[in-house]
């Protein structure tokens, strides 16, 4: 209950915010002050809301430009008074006294005499276009933010009255019209409107859902038309790097369980095997390479559908560009894929992240996911990767079959006839060049859709032929190329990654490991998980994949067609079991 009226009363103070932003319009500024500086008093707990109005009201953005000792003080003034949200006046505490005397009032040695010194609270905040003018070095003709703008706010507390703000204002700017549609161009999404966004993020909704919120209404651009185009709404500065910058922050304070990547990573998968799961942090590589590490986890939901059917094809792919270490340095994504015996669709069932290209941590990866869950494939789907193939063979020996993808092998392919199907002269034309090509990659066509061993082992001599006919088109490597039988393709992991990279990182790829960690485990499992319970639940169909379709197909075509009995195909009935004669080949039967 508590955390539906928490929800609600966010969700009122987001809709609050999108109406002000909403109707807070470029316009010339009304000046309401007589002179500048004007020095305003107001009660301390109320000066931030002052100082954010005033911003939204005028446009314009201040940064905090404090000094460094100054910073100092204020925090001992906010640990002495409080925060400004909740201030008070402290007690007087001997024990921080500058002259300390016994009970007899005399003065300890080694303290100081004199004047008692004083701890206040000074800030500084300049325009956002204060600075020195200059020109773009990119674009000579662009000028830059700063335009000497002298507006500035500075803040003071005192501590013989740590309640109330002293506020001298300078709102006289210089160098440009605060409130003017030329001027907004300059200005960035104001405070009011970061604090939506940030508001709107911490309620889990993503770029989609909040361009829709924010959208201009057709009544809204009719008037911006009208007012050519001088009364811009300032929810019109929110853009897709101000909710990206809202994003990447959100991440970071969610995920990083700690500064130090390492100790970070320490505390995910306590937390993961807290709630069921099992993790494996591998970072005792440094003699293999410096810095080299990897992470995987599991959770309790992956753990079921990946010990639903171990003889089902499991798909292991990688995709880079999704996160770096504590150092910058990208890492690397590893995903076991399988197809889910209840949805029908393809779901990651395990996850490595590591900051290394070599097989050593696929293989520290593979040999956990082997001995804690005791799971031993009879197929695994991968790329065309040298590396992976090596990790595989290392973990589960020569009996696994690995099935290449066809994809990738087609892509490898054409790479390779371009490479090595090479004519002897550059005066040949280019339509002869193409014409060899295609000859050969028509043979690799025919040795990959073969169906049987002696369709393979034909397409396979007309590709010696074709070689020994064409050897001074230097074409004799082509057949040094091809050492696996068995080809495939890879869709679910290569779908599994585009879905991740597109749906739930967007743009965010720099993040730090920890980041994709939470974005993998608090995200992409939770959806994976709302989706198998609504199967369960009959609330969405199972996806069927083409040959089930097509036995499906043939079923009802069978029922359709004629008065058929499937009584009569029944061919033993017992307790617990049923044996039915194959609709389509008479030898077989099902249980």
């Given at each position: 209950?508590?955390n539906?009226?928490h929800?609600n009363?966010?969700?009122?103070l987001?809709?609050?915010?999108?109406h002000?932003?909403?109707?807070?319009?470029?316009?010339?500024v009304e000046?309401?002050y007589?002179e500048?500086?004007v020095?305003?008093?107001?009660d301390?707990?109320?000066w931030?809301?002052?100082?954010l109005d005033?911003q939204?009201?005028t446009?314009?953005?201040?940064?905090?430009?404090?000094?460094g000792n100054?910073?100092?003080k204020?925090t001992i003034?906010?640990?002495k008074?409080?925060s400004?949200?909740?201030?008070h006046t402290a007690?007087?505490n001997?024990a921080?006294?500058?002259e300390?005397?016994?009970?007899?009032?005399l003065?300890?040695?080694g303290t100081k005499?004199?004047?008692k010194?004083t701890?206040n609270?000074n800030?500084?905040?300049?325009?956002?276009?204060a600075g020195?003018p200059?020109q773009?070095?990119?674009?000579?003709?662009?000028?830059l933010?700063?335009?000497?703008?002298a507006?500035?706010?500075?803040f003071?507390?005192?501590?013989n009255?740590p309640l109330?703000?002293?506020i001298?204002y300078?709102?006289?700017?210089?160098g440009?019209?605060v409130g003017?549609?030329?001027?907004?161009?300059?200005?960035?999404a104001?405070?009011?409107a970061?604090h939506l966004?940030?508001?709107?993020?911490?309620?889990q909704?993503?770029?989609?859902s909040i361009?829709?919120?924010?959208?201009?209404?057709r009544?809204e651009?009719?008037r911006i038309?009208?007012s050519n185009?001088?009364?811009i709404?300032?929810?019109?500065?929110?853009s897709?790097?101000?909710v990206?910058y809202?994003?990447?922050?959100?991440?970071k304070?969610r995920?990083?369980?700690?500064h130090?990547?390492s100790a970070?990573?320490e505390k995910?998968?306590?937390k993961?095997e807290s709630e069921?799961?099992?993790y494996h942090?591998?970072n005792n590589m440094?003699h293999i390479q410096?810095?080299?590490?990897?992470?995987g986890?599991?959770?309790e939901?992956?753990?079921e559908?990946?010990l639903?059917?171990?003889?089902?094809v499991?798909?292991m792919?990688?995709?880079h560009g999704?996160c770096?270490?504590?150092?910058?340095?990208?890492c690397?994504?590893?995903?076991l894929v399988?197809?889910?015996l209840v949805?029908?669709?393809g779901?990651?069932?395990?996850?490595?992240?590591?900051?290394?290209?070599?097989?050593?941590?696929?293989v520290?990866?593979l040999?956990?996911v082997?001995d804690?869950?005791?799971?031993s494939p009879s197929?695994?789907?991968?790329?065309?990767?040298?590396?992976?193939?090596?990790a595989?063979?290392d973990?589960?020996g020569?009996?696994l079959v690995i099935?290449?993808c066809?994809?990738?092998i087609?892509r490898?392919?054409?790479?390779?006839?371009i490479?090595?199907?090479?004519?002897?002269?550059?005066a040949?034309?280019?339509?002869i060049?193409?014409?060899?090509?295609a000859?050969?990659?028509d043979?690799?066509?025919?040795?990959?859709s073969?169906k049987?061993e002696?369709?393979?082992?034909n397409a396979y001599h007309?590709?010696?032929?074709?070689?020994?006919r064409n050897s001074?088109?230097d074409c004799?490597s082509?057949?040094l190329?091809?050492?696996?039988?068995l080809l495939n393709?890879?869709?679910?992991?290569?779908?599994?990654h585009?879905t991740?990279?597109?749906?739930y990182?967007?743009n965010?790829h720099?993040?730090?490991?920890?980041?994709?960690?939470?974005?993998l485990?608090?995200?992409?499992?939770?959806d994976f998980?709302?989706?198998?319970?609504?199967?369960h639940?009959?609330?969405r169909r199972?996806?069927?994949n083409?040959a089930e379709k097509?036995?499906?197909r043939?079923?009802?075509?069978?029922?359709?067609a004629?008065?058929f009995?499937?009584?009569m195909?029944?061919?033993?009935?017992h307790?617990?079991?049923i044996?039915?004669?194959?609709?389509t080949?008479?030898?077989?039967?099902?249980?």
């Amino acid at each position: 209950m508590s955390n539906n009226i928490h929800n609600n009363h966010e969700s009122s103070l987001v809709n609050a915010a999108i109406h002000i932003l909403s109707t807070t319009r470029t316009n010339s500024v009304e000046t309401i002050y007589a002179e500048s500086p004007v020095t305003i008093v107001i009660d301390r707990v109320e000066w931030e809301k002052w100082f954010l109005d005033e911003q939204t009201r005028t446009f314009c953005t201040f940064y905090n430009r404090t000094g460094g000792n100054a910073r100092v003080k204020n925090t001992i003034f906010i640990e002495k008074f409080g925060s400004h949200a909740q201030p008070h006046t402290a007690l007087p505490n001997p024990a921080h006294t500058s002259e300390q005397q016994d009970n007899n009032g005399l003065l300890h040695a080694g303290t100081k005499r004199g004047r008692k010194s004083t701890v206040n609270f000074n800030e500084v905040w300049y325009c956002h276009r204060a600075g020195v003018p200059r020109q773009s070095i990119r674009n000579p003709g662009q000028t830059l933010l700063p335009c000497n703008c002298a507006a500035k706010v500075v803040f003071r507390c005192e501590e013989n009255n740590p309640l109330k703000m002293y506020i001298e204002y300078h709102w006289q700017h210089t160098g440009h019209t605060v409130g003017s549609s030329n001027d907004i161009q300059y200005t960035p999404a104001g405070r009011k409107a970061r604090h939506l966004i940030e508001s709107m993020v911490n309620q889990q909704m993503t770029w989609s859902s909040i361009n829709h919120a924010i959208r201009v209404d057709r009544v809204e651009l009719m008037r911006i038309r009208n007012s050519n185009y001088t009364k811009i709404p300032a929810i019109k500065k929110i853009s897709y790097q101000t909710v990206y910058y809202a994003m990447r922050k959100e991440i970071k304070r969610r995920s990083q369980l700690d500064h130090v990547l390492s100790a970070s990573l320490e505390k995910w998968g306590t937390k993961i095997e807290s709630e069921g799961g099992h993790y494996h942090y591998n970072n005792n590589m440094d003699h293999i390479q410096e810095g080299m590490f990897a992470f995987g986890f599991i959770t309790e939901f992956q753990k079921e559908v990946i010990l639903e059917d171990q003889t089902t094809v499991v798909c292991m792919d990688s995709t880079h560009g999704t996160c770096v270490d504590g150092d910058g340095h990208r890492c690397f994504l590893y995903t076991l894929v399988v197809r889910s015996l209840v949805t029908g669709k393809g779901c990651p069932v395990a996850w490595m992240l590591t900051n290394s290209e070599t097989h050593y941590p696929i293989v520290s990866w593979l040999e956990w996911v082997r001995d804690t869950l005791e799971f031993s494939p009879s197929q695994v789907m991968i790329d065309n990767s040298d590396t992976e193939i090596k990790a595989l063979r290392d973990v589960f020996g020569d009996e696994l079959v690995i099935l290449i993808c066809h994809w990738h092998i087609i892509r490898a392919w054409k790479k390779n006839i371009i490479k090595k199907v090479s004519p002897i002269s550059r005066a040949i034309r280019t339509d002869i060049v193409r014409a060899k090509r295609a000859a050969a990659l028509d043979i690799l066509f025919r040795m990959m859709s073969a169906k049987i061993e002696n369709d393979f082992d034909n397409a396979y001599h007309d590709l010696n032929q074709y070689c020994v006919r064409n050897s001074s088109w230097d074409c004799s490597s082509l057949l040094l190329y091809f050492d696996t039988d068995l080809l495939n393709t890879n869709a679910y992991t290569e779908s599994w990654h585009r879905t991740l990279k597109e749906t739930y990182l967007a743009n965010i790829h720099s993040q730090r490991v920890d980041g994709l960690v939470y974005i993998l485990y608090e995200l992409v499992v939770v959806d994976f998980m709302n989706y198998h319970c609504d199967i369960h639940s009959n609330l969405r169909r199972r996806v069927l994949n083409r040959a089930e379709k097509n036995r499906q197909r043939l079923a009802l075509d069978l029922s359709d067609a004629i008065d058929f009995d499937a009584e009569m195909m029944i061919v033993e009935q017992h307790v617990g079991s049923i044996t039915v004669a194959s609709f389509t080949q008479g030898d077989i039967n099902y249980i």
